[in-house]
């Protein structure tokens, strides 16, 4: 049994950690330049590294840091190194371009059929990062090397069902070479 009361608690009374309300639409994305709203960093800008959804939280490049204590290792002489700790979305507010504050957002279409983020202060529009482009695990589509157990672009592009207004028995009954067998569609009728 753990001599921690707050544990020990938990174990008697069956009380685990309540589980997160996920956000369901995200107006912050990996790249944006955000602005922290409360805590020890409050009034700073950051640039996002990373954004949790699960927990609804994001990871600011610099900013919420703490000191973590590292043991030494066979290729690493140990010490303390700052590491980012996650803030909750609702800390942090997604900076607008035109002055440099923080701004909420609301989405709307653009002549060319786009959807855009518009900030409601100001009124103009704040672009998505290009870093959203990147993957981690490539940078461009164009530069990806195809494996060996990847699905080959051929196969991928190549048409295999071209839809047709015949019912499925009269589709079966082509492809056989049935064609005097067919009946009509009562949908033709109408």
């Known amino acids: 049994m753990s001599w921690r009361r707050w544990e020990r608690a938990a174990k008697l009374y069956g009380k685990t950690r309540r589980p997160v309300?996920?956000?369901?639409?995200?107006?912050?994305?990996?790249g944006d330049?955000?602005?922290?709203?409360a805590g020890k960093d409050k009034g700073k800008q950051g640039k996002v590294n990373q954004v949790i959804r699960?927990?609804?939280?994001v990871m600011?490049?610099?900013?919420?840091?703490?000191?973590r204590i590292l043991p030494k290792t066979d290729n690493f002489k140990g010490g303390r190194i700052q590491s980012e700790a996650p803030?909750?979305?609702?800390?942090?507010?997604l900076v607008d371009p035109s002055d440099n504050l923080p701004c909420r957002v609301k989405y709307m279409y653009t002549e060319e059929g786009q959807k855009v983020r518009i900030s409601r202060r100001t009124g103009t529009v704040v672009p998505k990062p290009p870093e959203l482009k990147d993957r981690k695990d490539f940078k461009s589509r164009a530069t990806y090397i195809e494996g060996e157990l990847d699905t080959k672009?051929?196969?991928?592009t190549k048409v295999t069902y071209i839809p047709s207004l015949n019912s499925f028995e009269n589709d079966v009954l082509?492809?056989?070479?049935?064609?005097?067998?067919?009946k009509e569609n009562k949908c033709?009728?109408?």
């Open 21 to 30: 309300e996920k956000i369901t639409k995200w107006n912050i994305v990996r």
């Open 33 to 37: 330049l955000v602005q922290i709203l």
């Open 54 to 57: 699960v927990r609804n939280s």
């Open 60 to 67: 600011v490049e610099g900013l919420n840091t703490h000191i």
């Open 87 to 93: 803030l909750h979305v609702s800390n942090v507010a």
């Open 153 to 156: 672009a051929e196969a991928v």
């Open 174 to 182: 082509i492809s056989l070479g049935r064609e005097d067998e067919i």
């Open 188 to 190: 033709s009728e109408l």
